[in-house]
């Protein structure tokens, strides 16, 4: 992680944290100033800040090209470098994991799940949580919408701001990766990872089943 966060900095992207030391089994990063966390969900809500959101995203994206390890050291989820066509996925592309000032994106946070794999795997993360693909009052109640979201004109800004020209489909990669959500629980569980154990044996799979059920039945709200 230390080696991708150097890599970002020294490729133009100044919102990566700056590695300072690991030293007896403890992390440390250079503080970025800005607000994170619940307050993130409310800064995506207006058009301007969803069109950063996705711009930032790209951005990211774009400076992950050309890292490679040295060796095949493990990611989350898979082993080696990117292949041809691949980036870094950030892998929890939230707004909560944003650091924000104002109304704009200045940091991105915790790369726990950071690895190889193809954009879409973040783009289709990140329209889960600002389409959003949950009922109407929970966007309300939870995620600072005023009133219910106009979910489709959502995902075709979000789409035209990271720079994406082909929508079709959208709506099936972000179920699909509603799906490997699950499986990324359940390998995790299986290794002995807190908090997914936890959540596992608290019944927390069937609440992402449901994600997944919601949003194959909701899906004309978003096409």
């Known amino acids: 992680m230390h080696a991708l966060l150097r890599f970002l900095r020294t490729n133009g992207f100044d919102g990566a ?4 030391d690991i030293a007896e089994g403890r992390e440390t990063l250079r503080w970025i ?15 301007g800040g969803l069109r950063a959101f996705a711009r930032f995203l790209r951005r990211y994206h774009d400076a992950t090209e050309g890292f490679a390890l040295s060796d095949r050291s493990p ?6 470098p990117a292949a041809p066509g691949e980036v870094i996925c950030h892998g929890d592309f939230g707004p909560w994991n944003v650091v924000w000032r104002s109304e704009a994106p200045m940091g991105l ?6 690895g190889p794999g193809d954009r879409m795997l973040d783009i289709a993360y990140a329209l889960e ?11 309300i109640r939870w995620r600072a919408y005023p009133a219910p979201p106009d979910r489709g004109s959502r995902m075709s800004i979000f789409a035209e701001a990271y720079g994406i020209t082909d929508t079709s489909g959208l709506v099936d990669t972000v ?26 044996r608290e019944g927390q799979l069937e609440a992402l089943a449901e994600r ?12």
């Not at 944290?17 to 300072?20: G, H, I």
């Not at 100033?33 to 058009?47: C, L, M, R």
């Not at 990611?75 to 080696?80: I, V």
């Not at 949580?129 to 966007?139: H, I, L, M, N, R």
């Open 212 to 223: 997944v059920r919601w949003s194959n039945e909701h899906r004309a709200l978003f096409e």
């Open 109 to 114: 946070l915790d790369f726990d799940f950071a």
């Open 129 to 139: 949580y600002v389409a959003p693909f949950c009922p109407d009052d929970e966007a």
């Open 17 to 20: 944290p700056e590695p300072v």
């Open 175 to 200: 179920i699909e990766r509603q799906e490997l959500d699950i499986h990324h629980v359940r390998s995790l569980a299986a290794r002995g990872f807190d908090p997914q154990r936890s959540w596992v």
């Open 75 to 80: 990611w989350a989820f898979r082993s080696g």
């Open 33 to 47: 100033p800005g607000v994170s966390g619940a307050e993130g969900w409310a800064k995506v809500v207006p058009e």
